[in-house]
């Protein structure tokens, strides 16, 4: 009597299946699986580095893209600087009581110089004007002279005496500026007599 585990059919079927897997263990339904998984992570692998490599590419080309604009239009817009810069003296030149005509002809040339600095902030060119107090910065500034002052700190600006511009965060040229010399501020000018007035001549009240 024979066993029904040794049916010679089957064990020509797990043979043909271990053949067809390049494998001579019987079949066990897992080598496809894992072979499938690792392609996937493979396949994965590959695609995020391809989206990796194109977010690359495309930061690359929007760098070089900016740089060939900022070099196109910086020539230009040194021109135009000269424009911007006799527009300001005129304004700071003109009566601010004078006639009814000259007011509204200041009033036209204000208006002008608002839509160029416009013009200027929409295409990447920004105006450097420090105010007092701020600090020098020598990337975006240059100093014409130093001096001390009582109002402001030591290697701050005290003044713009010319406005500078940035374009697209590149200096086309530095403002000019007048910058506070070391130990300046409110302390370095206060008079020691002040102290020898307010206590009777004597510069220290236990003396």
């Not at 590419?57 to 021109?79: C, H, L, P, V, W």
């Not at 304004?91 to 608002?114: Q, S, W």
């Not at 902030?121 to 910065?137: C, M, S, Y």
């Not at 403002?175 to 302390?187: E, H, N």
């Amino acid at each position: 009597m024979s066993d029904i585990n040794d049916d010679p059919i089957d064990t020509e079927l797990e043979a043909d299946i271990a053949e067809a897997n390049g494998t001579d263990t019987p079949y066990d339904g897992l080598g496809p699986i894992d072979a499938l998984i690792a392609e996937r992570d493979e396949w994965k692998d590959r695609a995020l580095r391809a989206a990796a490599e194109a977010d690359n590419t495309r930061r690359r080309a929007e760098g070089q893209m900016n740089d060939a604009r900022a070099y196109a239009i910086q020539r230009f817009s040194k021109d135009l600087l000269g424009v911007a810069d006799s527009l300001q003296r005129a304004l700071t030149a003109a009566p601010r009581d004078a006639d009814p005509v000259a007011t509204n002809l200041v009033t036209g040339l204000e208006l002008i110089e608002k839509s160029l600095l416009q013009a200027f902030d929409a295409n990447g060119l920004k105006r450097v004007a420090p105010e007092a107090g701020e600090i020098f910065d020598p990337h975006q500034h240059q100093a014409v002279m130093e001096q001390p002052s009582e109002t402001v700190a030591g290697g701050t600006v005290i003044q713009t005496l010319q406005p500078g511009y940035a374009l697209f965060g590149r200096t086309v040229r530095p403002a000019m500026v007048v910058v506070a010399a070391k130990g300046s501020g409110p302390a370095a000018g206060a008079n020691p007599y002040d102290k020898a007035d307010e206590t009777g001549g004597r510069f220290d009240e236990t003396a």
